[in-house]
């Protein structure tokens, strides 16, 4: 069994802060779920921590594929990462979601549907906006198990690779585009790339797919900066500084998994951040806006107390996703004992 990379894990827990950074801070004041008064520019780069999320899940995903495993044992240990944290944080959102008086069926038709990770494809509306990280990330399991199961990837991984980062530069079919992720597989190439490099694979065609894969992911966020820029007017930086803030997250990626000198209570603590990262992301966004709203209410609205309102939203929204966390990690003992005695 490879060890688990302290680095990375500090990485994880790191870009999930920088996430709320830029739905509280930045794009939710510019939406109006939050007060203009604690609306900070540079939040705006906190988006970007889910490119983060989306490079490291191609480095962590080469981690449940090792040998002799199939395509439905990887698809058993990938689901239930993911599952059971997030059928407790997506239950907590139904149940505050009705608490606050929003009509209950649709919440529980989108609840239900929610847990498919395919709302997208079949024309429906998940529980949460920030779902749709969850929705990418399952796809690219199923895509992964695919080859898994045709036997593909040990002998032609560079090849499937590169025709999966080059179609995304070319396929513009919605269905399609989304079944195959190809928004980010630059990401996934990325992060596979970087497990391979730090595993010592040593081959002539990973530079130039690198490249390919840097420059998919610039295009994205250059996309996602001109859409703000269309919407808000904000965030006019030029295409120079996203370079810069993309050559930085790979540099930050691909150097973190090389230091070793961390202490081992460190190592506890970011392995736990790390997974704390999930079920925070999970909750942050919904429970964030949600709580803010009421501690502003009881506070008649007065600004002069917005930052005491934020301190108690933030330990709250922590708290409640350390309780998820744990029983996410609960429930998924129970599972894993019910299936050990089948």
């Given at each position: 069994?490879?060890?688990?990379?302290?680095?990375?894990?500090?990485?994880?827990?790191?870009?999930?802060?920088?996430?709320?950074?830029?739905?509280?801070?930045?794009?939710?004041?510019?939406?109006?779920?939050?007060?203009?008064?604690?609306?900070?520019?540079?939040?705006?780069?906190?988006?970007?921590?889910?490119?983060?999320?989306?490079?490291?899940?191609?480095?962590?995903?080469?981690?449940?594929?090792?040998?002799?495993?199939?395509?439905?044992?990887?698809?058993?240990?990938?689901?239930?990462?993911?599952?059971?944290?997030?059928?407790?944080?997506?239950?907590?959102?139904?149940?505050?979601?009705?608490?606050?008086?929003?009509?209950?069926?649709?919440?529980?038709?989108?609840?239900?549907?929610?847990?498919?990770?395919?709302?997208?494809?079949?024309?429906?509306?998940?529980?949460?906006?920030?779902?749709?990280?969850?929705?990418?990330?399952?796809?690219?399991?199923?895509?992964?198990?695919?080859?898994?199961?045709?036997?593909?990837?040990?002998?032609?991984?560079?090849?499937?690779?590169?025709?999966?980062?080059?179609?995304?530069?070319?396929?513009?079919?919605?269905?399609?585009?989304?079944?195959?992720?190809?928004?980010?597989?630059?990401?996934?190439?990325?992060?596979?790339?970087?497990?391979?490099?730090?595993?010592?694979?040593?081959?002539?065609?990973?530079?130039?797919?690198?490249?390919?894969?840097?420059?998919?992911?610039?295009?994205?966020?250059?996309?996602?900066?001109?859409?703000?820029?269309?919407?808000?007017?904000?965030?006019?930086?030029?295409?120079?500084?996203?370079?810069?803030?993309?050559?930085?997250?790979?540099?930050?990626?691909?150097?973190?998994?090389?230091?070793?000198?961390?202490?081992?209570?460190?190592?506890?603590?970011?392995?736990?951040?790390?997974?704390?990262?999930?079920?925070?992301?999970?909750?942050?966004?919904?429970?964030?806006?949600?709580?803010?709203?009421?501690?502003?209410?009881?506070?008649?609205?007065?600004?002069?107390?917005?930052?005491?309102?934020?301190?108690?939203?933030?330990?709250?929204?922590?708290?409640?996703?350390?309780?998820?966390?744990?029983?996410g990690q609960l429930l998924t003992s129970v599972i894993k004992k019910t299936k050990g005695h089948r």
């Open positions: 069994m490879k060890e688990r990379i302290a680095g990375l894990d500090g990485v994880r827990g790191i870009a999930a802060l920088f996430i709320l950074l830029y739905h509280w801070f930045f794009i939710g004041a510019l939406q109006g779920f939050y007060s203009k008064t604690i609306y900070l520019p540079l939040g705006f780069w906190g988006e970007y921590g889910v490119d983060v999320f989306f490079i490291l899940s191609g480095f962590a995903i080469l981690y449940s594929t090792g040998k002799g495993i199939t395509a439905g044992l990887f698809l058993k240990k990938r689901l239930l990462r993911v599952y059971p944290t997030f059928f407790v944080a997506a239950t907590f959102v139904l149940i505050m979601r009705i608490a606050i008086g929003i009509e209950p069926r649709g919440q529980l038709i989108a609840y239900i549907t929610s847990f498919t990770m395919m709302t997208d494809v079949v024309g429906r509306e998940p529980l949460s906006s920030i779902y749709w990280t969850l929705m990418v990330e399952c796809k690219f399991y199923l895509l992964v198990a695919a080859m898994i199961k045709l036997h593909i990837w040990k002998e032609h991984k560079y090849g499937v690779m590169y025709a999966w980062v080059i179609l995304s530069f070319f396929v513009t079919q919605p269905i399609l585009s989304s079944l195959l992720v190809l928004k980010y597989s630059s990401h996934f190439v990325m992060g596979i790339l970087m497990y391979l490099t730090y595993y010592k694979e040593r081959d002539a065609r990973m530079i130039p797919l690198s490249i390919l894969s840097a420059i998919g992911i610039y295009r994205n966020m250059t996309g996602f900066q001109a859409w703000i820029v269309g919407s808000f007017s904000e965030a006019n930086y030029s295409q120079m500084t996203i370079l810069f803030a993309l050559l930085l997250i790979l540099a930050t990626i691909f150097s973190a998994p090389y230091y070793k000198g961390w202490s081992e209570r460190t190592q506890h603590i970011f392995a736990w951040l790390g997974r704390l990262s999930f079920a925070f992301y999970l909750i942050h966004a919904d429970f964030g806006s949600a709580l803010y709203r009421q501690l502003m209410i009881a506070f008649h609205w007065n600004e002069t107390f917005i930052w005491i309102v934020m301190g108690l939203d933030f330990a709250f929204v922590t708290l409640l996703a350390i309780l998820a966390d744990y029983l």
